[in-house]
DNA sequence: TGCCAGGCCCTCTTTAGGGCCTT
Protein backbone atom coordinates (compact mmCIF):
# COMPACT_ATOMS: atom_id res chain seq x y z
CA UNK A 1 0.00 0.00 0.00
CA UNK A 2 1.34 3.40 -0.76
CA UNK A 3 0.07 6.61 1.44
CA UNK A 4 1.69 9.38 -0.95
CA UNK A 5 0.39 12.27 1.55
CA UNK A 6 2.12 14.00 4.02
CA UNK A 7 -0.07 14.68 6.81
CA UNK A 8 0.44 16.36 9.91
CA UNK A 9 -1.39 14.57 12.86
CA UNK A 10 -2.24 17.09 16.01
CA UNK A 11 -3.94 17.20 19.11
CA UNK A 12 -4.27 20.18 21.50
CA UNK A 13 -5.09 20.54 25.34
CA UNK A 14 -6.85 23.59 25.94
CA UNK A 15 -8.17 25.47 28.98
CA UNK A 16 -12.31 24.57 27.66
CA UNK A 17 -14.76 23.89 24.90
CA UNK A 18 -14.80 26.98 23.34
CA UNK A 19 -12.61 29.31 21.92
CA UNK A 20 -15.55 31.93 20.97
CA UNK A 21 -16.08 31.65 24.99
CA UNK A 22 -12.56 32.49 25.78
CA UNK A 23 -10.75 29.28 26.12
CA UNK A 24 -7.39 29.13 24.84
CA UNK A 25 -4.44 26.43 24.05
CA UNK A 26 -2.42 25.27 26.72
CA UNK A 27 -0.46 22.41 24.58
CA UNK A 28 0.05 21.38 21.20
CA UNK A 29 1.30 18.07 20.02
CA UNK A 30 1.55 16.99 16.39
CA UNK A 31 3.73 13.86 14.36
CA UNK A 32 4.75 14.32 11.18
CA UNK A 33 3.95 11.06 8.79
CA UNK A 34 5.51 10.70 5.15
CA UNK A 35 4.56 7.54 2.92
CA UNK A 36 3.60 6.29 6.60
CA UNK A 37 6.41 6.73 8.55
CA UNK A 38 6.92 9.14 11.85
CA UNK A 39 9.18 12.05 10.36
CA UNK A 40 9.06 14.79 12.92
CA UNK A 41 7.07 15.66 16.15
CA UNK A 42 6.28 18.81 17.46
CA UNK A 43 5.37 19.30 21.38
CA UNK A 44 5.38 22.85 23.29
CA UNK A 45 3.51 23.49 26.49
CA UNK A 46 2.36 27.13 26.26
CA UNK A 47 0.74 30.27 29.05
CA UNK A 48 -2.57 31.18 28.17
CA UNK A 49 -1.93 34.34 30.14
CA UNK A 50 -4.57 32.99 33.02
CA UNK A 51 -5.08 30.36 35.82
CA UNK A 52 -6.78 27.19 34.29
CA UNK A 53 -9.32 25.59 36.56
CA UNK A 54 -8.74 22.26 38.94
CA UNK A 55 -10.98 20.11 35.87
CA UNK A 56 -8.18 20.93 33.36
CA UNK A 57 -5.90 20.48 35.82
CA UNK A 58 -7.02 16.79 37.06
CA UNK A 59 -7.84 16.23 33.03
CA UNK A 60 -4.59 16.62 31.33
CA UNK A 61 -2.49 16.94 33.92
CA UNK A 62 -1.42 19.80 33.17
CA UNK A 63 -0.61 22.44 36.27
CA UNK A 64 -1.00 26.16 36.65
CA UNK A 65 2.58 25.59 38.14
CA UNK A 66 3.86 23.76 35.40
CA UNK A 67 2.55 26.70 32.89
CA UNK A 68 4.10 29.42 34.80
CA UNK A 69 7.36 29.51 32.94
CA UNK A 70 7.26 28.29 29.47
CA UNK A 71 6.37 30.66 26.31
CA UNK A 72 3.24 32.28 25.38
CA UNK A 73 0.43 30.78 22.93
CA UNK A 74 1.76 33.56 20.40
CA UNK A 75 5.24 32.06 20.52
CA UNK A 76 4.29 28.50 20.86
CA UNK A 77 1.88 28.74 17.34
CA UNK A 78 3.95 30.98 15.53
CA UNK A 79 6.80 27.57 15.88
CA UNK A 80 4.02 25.44 15.36
CA UNK A 81 2.45 27.20 11.69
CA UNK A 82 5.90 27.26 10.96
CA UNK A 83 5.92 23.24 11.50
CA UNK A 84 3.16 22.54 9.83
CA UNK A 85 3.71 24.42 6.74
CA UNK A 86 1.54 23.61 3.80
CA UNK A 87 0.78 20.03 4.67
CA UNK A 88 -2.88 18.86 5.73
CA UNK A 89 -3.82 17.77 8.84
CA UNK A 90 -5.64 15.47 11.04
CA UNK A 91 -7.24 15.13 14.66
CA UNK A 92 -9.23 13.11 16.61
CA UNK A 93 -12.90 14.79 16.59
CA UNK A 94 -11.04 17.44 14.42
CA UNK A 95 -13.76 20.08 14.46
CA UNK A 96 -12.27 20.57 17.85
CA UNK A 97 -8.93 21.29 16.79
CA UNK A 98 -9.53 23.12 13.93
CA UNK A 99 -11.85 25.79 15.95
CA UNK A 100 -8.75 26.60 18.38
CA UNK A 101 -6.00 26.25 15.90
CA UNK A 102 -8.03 29.19 13.78
CA UNK A 103 -8.71 30.89 16.48
CA UNK A 104 -4.73 31.05 18.33
CA UNK A 105 -3.73 31.67 14.59
CA UNK A 106 -6.20 34.66 13.50
CA UNK A 107 -4.87 36.11 17.00
CA UNK A 108 -1.31 36.11 15.20
CA UNK A 109 -2.89 37.03 11.51
CA UNK A 110 -1.18 34.16 10.26
CA UNK A 111 -3.12 31.44 7.64
CA UNK A 112 -2.38 28.12 6.48
CA UNK A 113 -3.03 26.14 3.30
CA UNK A 114 -3.93 22.36 4.58
CA UNK A 115 -6.89 20.82 4.24
CA UNK A 116 -8.45 18.97 7.65
CA UNK A 117 -9.39 15.33 7.53
CA UNK A 118 -11.36 13.59 10.70
CA UNK A 119 -10.08 10.35 12.37
CA UNK A 120 -13.16 10.08 14.60
CA UNK A 121 -15.35 10.23 11.00
CA UNK A 122 -13.71 8.27 9.30
CA UNK A 123 -13.59 5.53 12.30
CA UNK A 124 -17.51 6.07 12.62
CA UNK A 125 -17.50 4.65 9.24
CA UNK A 126 -15.42 2.04 9.28
CA UNK A 127 -15.42 0.88 12.68
CA UNK A 128 -19.23 0.86 13.29
CA UNK A 129 -19.18 -2.34 15.12
CA UNK A 130 -16.63 -0.31 17.93
CA UNK A 131 -17.94 -0.44 21.54
CA UNK A 132 -17.89 3.41 20.81
CA UNK A 133 -15.34 6.11 18.83
CA UNK A 134 -13.52 7.58 21.59
CA UNK A 135 -9.81 8.01 21.08
CA UNK A 136 -8.86 5.61 23.70
CA UNK A 137 -11.60 3.16 22.75
CA UNK A 138 -10.59 2.68 19.59
CA UNK A 139 -6.76 2.07 20.49
CA UNK A 140 -8.07 -0.62 22.54
CA UNK A 141 -10.04 -1.84 20.17
CA UNK A 142 -7.77 -1.97 17.37
CA UNK A 143 -5.38 -3.70 19.88
CA UNK A 144 -2.58 -0.47 19.58
CA UNK A 145 0.36 0.16 21.61
CA UNK A 146 -0.42 2.51 24.52
CA UNK A 147 2.16 3.49 26.73
CA UNK A 148 1.83 6.58 28.06
CA UNK A 149 -0.93 9.34 29.66
CA UNK A 150 -3.71 10.29 27.61
CA UNK A 151 -5.20 13.65 27.38
CA UNK A 152 -1.57 15.03 26.51
CA UNK A 153 -1.17 16.46 23.39
CA UNK A 154 1.77 14.40 21.67
CA UNK A 155 0.49 11.15 22.89
CA UNK A 156 -2.74 11.90 21.82
CA UNK A 157 -1.16 12.80 18.81
CA UNK A 158 0.87 9.30 18.79
CA UNK A 159 -2.22 7.33 19.10
CA UNK A 160 -4.17 9.12 16.24
CA UNK A 161 -1.52 8.44 14.44
CA UNK A 162 -1.08 4.63 15.31
CA UNK A 163 -5.47 4.27 14.27
CA UNK A 164 -4.94 6.79 11.26
CA UNK A 165 -2.26 4.77 9.72
CA UNK A 166 -4.27 1.55 11.12
CA UNK A 167 -7.39 2.93 9.30
CA UNK A 168 -5.58 3.16 6.16
CA UNK A 169 -4.00 -0.63 5.62
CA UNK A 170 -8.00 -1.67 6.71
CA UNK A 171 -9.05 0.35 4.45
CA UNK A 172 -6.94 -0.68 1.54
CA UNK A 173 -6.80 -4.26 2.48
CA UNK A 174 -11.27 -4.14 2.91
CA UNK A 175 -11.67 -2.94 -0.26
CA UNK A 176 -8.05 -3.94 -2.11
CA UNK A 177 -7.05 -0.59 -2.62
CA UNK A 178 -3.71 0.24 -3.99
CA UNK A 179 -3.03 3.27 -2.92
CA UNK A 180 -5.75 5.85 -0.07
CA UNK A 181 -5.41 9.18 -0.71
CA UNK A 182 -5.87 12.15 1.96
CA UNK A 183 -8.79 13.01 -0.82
CA UNK A 184 -10.62 9.94 -0.91
CA UNK A 185 -10.81 10.14 2.96
CA UNK A 186 -12.32 13.23 2.69
CA UNK A 187 -14.61 12.11 0.72
CA UNK A 188 -14.87 9.10 2.68
CA UNK A 189 -15.88 11.28 5.76
CA UNK A 190 -18.95 12.76 4.19
CA UNK A 191 -20.26 9.30 2.86
CA UNK A 192 -23.49 7.79 4.40
CA UNK A 193 -21.99 4.84 6.26
CA UNK A 194 -24.40 2.71 4.22
CA UNK A 195 -22.79 4.12 0.83
CA UNK A 196 -18.77 3.73 1.98
CA UNK A 197 -18.56 0.12 0.87
CA UNK A 198 -20.18 1.09 -2.59
CA UNK A 199 -17.59 4.38 -2.46
CA UNK A 200 -14.41 2.53 -1.73
CA UNK A 201 -15.71 -0.40 -3.98
CA UNK A 202 -15.92 2.19 -6.84
CA UNK A 203 -11.96 3.26 -6.26
C1' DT B 1 -28.19 37.54 37.44
C1' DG B 2 -27.83 34.45 34.06
C1' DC B 3 -25.65 33.04 30.39
C1' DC B 4 -22.50 28.75 29.31
C1' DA B 5 -19.82 24.89 22.10
C1' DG B 6 -20.39 23.19 17.81
C1' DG B 7 -20.52 19.83 14.20
C1' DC B 8 -22.00 15.29 12.98
C1' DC B 9 -25.49 11.88 12.80
C1' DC B 10 -29.52 9.13 13.95
C1' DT B 11 -34.49 8.92 14.31
C1' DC B 12 -40.23 8.20 17.01
C1' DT B 13 -36.98 13.64 11.13
C1' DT B 14 -36.97 17.91 7.78
C1' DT B 15 -42.07 23.15 11.32
C1' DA B 16 -36.78 18.72 16.05
C1' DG B 17 -34.45 16.67 19.61
C1' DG B 18 -30.80 14.37 21.60
C1' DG B 19 -26.41 11.51 21.86
C1' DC B 20 -21.63 11.47 20.62
C1' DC B 21 -16.95 13.49 20.58
C1' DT B 22 -13.34 17.02 21.72
C1' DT B 23 -11.12 20.15 26.67
Redesign the pocket.
Known amino acids: MKLANTVVIL????????P??G?RA??IGAVRIENGQITDRFQELMNPGRRINS??ED??GITNNMLKTVSSCADVMTRFHQFIGDDNLVA??A???K?FLDAEFKRLNLDYSGSFA?S??VA??IYQQ?P??????LVRYKGLDAKGD??R?LF?AEMTTKLWLIMLEDMSERYNLAQVSFDMITKL??K???SIGAFLNAQ
Open positions: DFETTGLSDNDIEFIYTHNSFDRCLLRRADHKLGTFHADSKSKS
